[in-house]
């Protein structure tokens, strides 16, 4: 490594415990989480599609987008690959790939928050410079849901 990465790599050691890595690029997780490996020191998915592939380089969890849409779904295919029980981690994350995709159609949280109204939690539109989602992808987003029969929080 260079001297820059050594630098940062000491700076985690003393002053950094845990981050949240949503670059979507698991090549620098894997980089990162190598360079951390014998540090006292936590690494956290900010992506939902690439869950299983960041816990299963060592990752602890993740800090997720579409937890708040489908909470139960979200925790039990983490718990399940943390576990051991790949399988059910891999089908969960598999069958709802589309609706995490979808959460996405549009920069974060707009579709999220499109998302929550749809299921009735009526939390409004972002403010500016955000707005309101396309029509487009906001059908796309509600027949996802309503494929998948989400209901909201049970």
């Given amino acids: 490594g260079s001297i820059h990465d050594d630098y940062r790599i000491d700076y985690l050691r003393e002053h950094i415990k845990a981050m ?3 670059t979507d690029n698991i090549a620098y997780a ?4 190598t360079k951390t490996r014998d540090l006292d020191f936590d690494m956290y998915s900010g992506c939902d599609d690439n869950i299983l592939p960041f816990i299963a380089a060592g ?3 993740v800090i997720s987008v579409s937890a708040n849409i489908i909470p139960d779904i979200s925790h ?3 718990a399940s690959f943390l576990k051991g029980d790949v ?3 891999r089908e969960l994350q ?3 790939n589309d609706l995490v995709n979808a959460l996405f159609l549009e920069t974060n949280p707009v579709p999220v928050k499109e998302a929550m109204n749809f299921l009735g939690y009526e939390v409004g539109n972002c403010r500016l410079p955000l707005g309101a989602m396309n029509e487009s992808n906001r059908a796309r987003l509600t027949d996802i849901l309503t494929a998948h029969e989400v209901t909201g929080w049970k």
Avoid at 30 to 33: G, P
């Fill in 30 to 33: 894997m980089d990162v989480l």
């Fill in 20 to 22: 949240k890595d949503a």
């Fill in 87 to 89: 399988k059910k981690a």
């Fill in 94 to 96: 598999l069958k709802y």
């Fill in 76 to 78: 039990d295919m983490t």
């Fill in 59 to 61: 990752g602890k969890g």
